[in-house]
């Protein structure tokens, strides 16, 4: 898949010739790069409903999703710092936490950039629904004061739980999505 994660596509079963169609069934089981040893996910099986007007369907069930979210988990690919440059284009600023948390402004009088650290704590959850599906992700923001020297000073730390619900949809042939914050 990519520098993080690859994916083995290995058959299930002996594909199944039919006439007019092909059946294979295949299991997509993504691993961290470099580390084989999957995660302890069942693969439960699934149904595709009969239907014979279009020429290719492709099906991903929640296993696929699940050992996505470990792959990358695992690699890393969740933790994210964002920086000077990239806080100063959003506007974050000390002055702006210290608007939400009194105690931030309080904690120095010089104004300094503000670099984020965010990581998931556990691996994601994802789950399919009917139309949609929903994403689970636990993890924590940790907000450093980058000084004159280039060293940090933790500022405060939060730790957060969200649940999304996102509903793909195909709208003038692109793929698209909308996304809700449940919780």
Do not use: W
Not at 2 to 26: E, G
Not at 93 to 109: C, H, L, N, T
């Amino acid at each position: 898949i990519d520098d993080l994660a690859k994916v083995d596509y290995s058959l299930n079963s002996f594909p199944a010739v039919l006439q007019p169609f092909i059946n294979l069934d295949l299991k997509g089981t993504v691993y961290p790069s470099g580390n084989h040893t999957g995660p302890s996910y069942v693969a439960a099986p699934f149904v595709i409903p009969d239907q014979s007007d279009s020429m290719l369907y492709l099906a991903f069930s929640e296993y696929f999703f699940q050992t996505s979210s470990f792959a990358y988990y695992t690699a890393g690919a969740f933790n994210i710092t964002i920086a000077e440059e990239t806080c100063s284009y959003f506007n974050i600023s000390r002055e702006i936490f210290g608007s939400i948390i009194p105690e931030v402004r309080e904690y120095s009088v010089t104004p300094y950039p503000v670099m984020l650290k965010l990581m998931a704590t556990e691996i994601p959850i994802i789950s399919l629904q009917q139309d949609s599906f929903t994403v689970e992700i636990q993890g924590s923001m940790e907000a450093f004061a980058v000084l004159p020297d280039s060293t940090t000073q933790s500022l405060f730390t939060i730790n957060m739980a969200a649940n999304t619900s996102i509903a793909p949809n195909i709208f003038d042939q692109k793929l698209m999505g909308s996304l809700c914050l449940n919780r």
